[in-house]
């Protein structure tokens, strides 16, 4: 028989000594349906992963507002501590008693009091017996 002599390509054997050759093509050769059903599982992925960041950080943000929140009742239960004492501090028997203990002030025996009518009333006569 007469055998035709391949030219310029390679002729493959059949056989191979040594290593088998494996088909890794249809882990890398994917169809077109292939590679719109994996480019869609990506996205679902991506999504799913964003919507757990999104859900992640309200959280974080929800437990800061309940530690502001904690805050604010404490400052405001401080607040009031320092209002109360302000006003224990202002009172005028404690200070009627500092005035009389610490400097040696004394009540007086009697009290005058003067309002600004008769203040007025007293300058309405002084000018009165001026002109006269």
């Given at each position: 028989m007469l ?9 493959k054997p ?8 494996r088909?890794?093509?249809f882990?890398?050769d994917f169809?077109?349906m292939?590679k719109q059903l994996?480019?869609w599982?990506?996205v679902l ?5 964003g ?6 950080l309200?959280?974080k943000?929800g437990?800061?507002v309940v530690?502001?929140q904690?805050?604010?009742v404490?400052?405001?239960k401080?607040n009031?501590?320092?209002?109360v004492?302000?006003s224990?501090?202002k009172?005028p028997v404690?200070?009627?008693?500092i005035a009389?203990?610490k400097?040696g002030?004394?009540?007086p ?10 203040t007025a009333?007293?300058n309405?006569?002084?000018a ?5």
């Amino acid at each position: 028989m007469l055998a035709r002599k391949a030219v310029g390509a390679q002729v493959k054997p059949d056989i191979y000594v040594g290593r088998q050759k494996r088909d890794v093509s249809f882990v890398f050769d994917f169809s077109p349906m292939m590679k719109q059903l994996v480019s869609w599982g990506l996205v679902l992925v991506l999504f799913c992963l964003g919507v757990m960041l999104i859900n992640s950080l309200r959280t974080k943000v929800g437990y800061e507002v309940v530690k502001v929140q904690q805050n604010i009742v404490q400052l405001t239960k401080d607040n009031d501590t320092l209002d109360v004492e302000v006003s224990a501090l202002k009172s005028p028997v404690r200070i009627q008693k500092i005035a009389e203990e610490k400097l040696g002030m004394v009540l007086p025996s009697s009290f005058v009091y003067s309002t600004k009518s008769t203040t007025a009333e007293r300058n309405i006569r002084a000018a009165s017996q001026i002109v006269d």
